[in-house]
Nanobody
Framework: QVQLVESGGGLVQPGGSLRLSCAAS????????MGWYRQAPGKQRELVAG???????NYTDSVKGRFTISGDNAKNTVYLQMNSLKPEDTAVYYC????????????????WGQGTQVTVSS
């Protein structure tokens, strides 16, 4: 069993900051990558930021310079520091992890968290 637990969402004023956390737990052999996606009502889910176990990072253009993704391999945890938040950042943010489980080490599987709401409004 693998579980992703997200935290840190909430209501914030434009220009404010939030820090999201996602911890993976369970029978994990290795994690190839973790990332954050978001989905606003009426819009498709998009990748916000991702990080590999080796530390390679990527961001969607709309958040570059404002958001920072980081990870702690020992804790199987990924973070998203969000600064200078804008109303258009409002969405449900989902954690994603590409994981190989013990006993199934040849199979790479995507896991998703339940999502955490981020609302940016004055």
């Amino acid at each position: 069993q693998v579980q992703l637990v997200e935290s840190g969402g909430g209501l914030v004023q434009p220009g404010g900051s939030l820090r999201l956390s996602c911890a993976a737990s369970g029978s994990i052999f290795s994690i190839s990558a973790m990332g954050w996606y978001r989905q606003a009502p009426g819009k498709q889910r998009e990748l916000v930021a991702g990080i590999t176990s080796g530390g390679n990072r990527n961001y969607t253009d709309s958040v570059k310079g404002r958001f920072t993704i980081s990870g702690d391999n020992a804790k199987n945890t990924v973070y998203l520091q969000m600064n200078s938040l804008k109303p258009e950042d409002t969405a449900v943010y989902y954690c994603n992890a590409a994981i190989r489980r013990w006993g199934y080490s040849t199979k790479l599987t995507d896991y998703w968290g339940q999502g955490t709401q981020v609302t940016v409004s004055s």
